[in-house]
């Protein structure tokens, strides 16, 4: 029987990485992503998960951070459904815990490498369309890197190629990602023969858990839920964009036609109107569901059918990342 948990549910993956019995898990993962730089033998998690409940009766889900034994500082999260603002939230922690390194007193020298690994169910950089990406400061013209120490790495499991046939030949990321996308839907003996690793097999093990231990299974259930209901808010609220956009495009195209005392004014100017007050309501639903700041109505009526169009193009391909 399959194991049933998505590892991509914030309380499975925290269970996955951020749990102390689980470094050796960790540890894998951490040095499939971060290939090619020092190898990590040994990390503290700074914020271990606890099964200590909050005055709300729920389990207290936040970020994995960690220390390496070169004192490096790792972030590692998970998002499904991408929040507004995400590249610039990420370079924000980046940056916060490196700077929180420093003591008063304590040479710039001191400063060791802030790293953040955040998984994506979908897609956030679509161009290139790949499934690891690798941010540092880098010299635009030259490609010269200023400093690795400030990386964020994003893992766009949209972007995996790998199958299950090509999976003995994949790369250690590529198998993580894999693991990640599919676990939910193995059993574990089946994890076990396509990835025989001890730690893959250690985090079935840890899936296998959740499954079977009501309380852990009470909690990821409540997790998955409040992922499927803002999911259904978003959904909603378009919707609502899209009646009230009618609604403002009808009115207008009345009015439009009226206006021109024309049959043949009245009809185009109906359908117009129609299209702009569609055009108008899917933009402002759109901006406010991204966060972005609303145009107002007289911006809106100052715009063209095309620009409207463009505009209404380039929210609705930031708003399907947010969802994918």
């Known amino acids: ?36 730089q020092p190898k990590i033998t040994k990390i503290k998690l700074i914020n ?43 370079v924000y922690y980046t940056a916060e815990t490196y700077v929180r390194q420093l003591q008063e007193g304590q040479n710039y020298n001191a400063l060791q490498p802030s790293i953040s690994i955040c998984v994506l169910a979908g897609a956030l950089i679509r161009h290139p369309g790949q499934l690891h990406l690798d941010f540092r400061l880098r010299e635009r013209s030259h490609q010269l890197t200023l400093t690795d120490d400030l990386q964020i790495h994003f893992l766009q499991l949209k972007y995996l190629q790998v199958t299950a046939e090509t999976l003995y030949n994949a790369t250690d990321v590529e198998r993580w990602c894999w693991f990640l996308s599919h676990a939910d839907k193995l ?5 076990s023969q396509l990835l025989p690793e001890q730690e893959f097999s250690e985090a079935a093990g840890v899936l296998e858990m959740i499954a079977r231990t009501p309380s852990q299974l009470l909690e990821y259930n409540a997790r998955l839920k409040a992922h499927r209901d803002e999911e259904a808010k978003i959904l909603h609220a378009q919707q609502q964009g899209i009646e009230r956009g009618i609604e403002i495009g009808e009115a207008r195209g009345i009015e439009i036609g009226e206006a021109r ?51 209404l193009a380039d929210l609705q391909q930031r708003f399907n990342s947010v969802r994918s």
């Open 1 to 36: 029987m399959p194991i049933g948990i998505n590892p991509l549910v914030d309380y499975a993956f925290k269970m996955l990485f951020g749990c102390e019995m689980n470094v050796a898990i960790t540890i894998h993962f951490l040095n499939a992503v971060l290939k090619g």
């Open 48 to 90: 271990p998960i606890r099964q200590k409940q909050t005055a709300t009766g729920k389990l207290c889900i936040l970020d994995i951070l960690a220390e390496d034994q070169l004192g490096r500082q790792l972030n590692i999260e998970v998002q499904i459904s991408l929040p507004a603002g995400m590249e610039k939230r990420m």
């Open 187 to 191: 059993t574990t003996e089946q994890i």
């Open 261 to 311: 005392g024309i049959e043949i004014g009245e009809q185009r100017g109906e359908s117009r109107g129609i299209r702009r007050g569609m055009l108008h309501g899917q933009i402002l639903q759109l901006q406010q569901l991204l966060g972005q700041a609303v145009l107002t109505e007289e911006q809106l009526a100052a715009c063209d059918i095309d620009q409207l169009n463009h505009l």
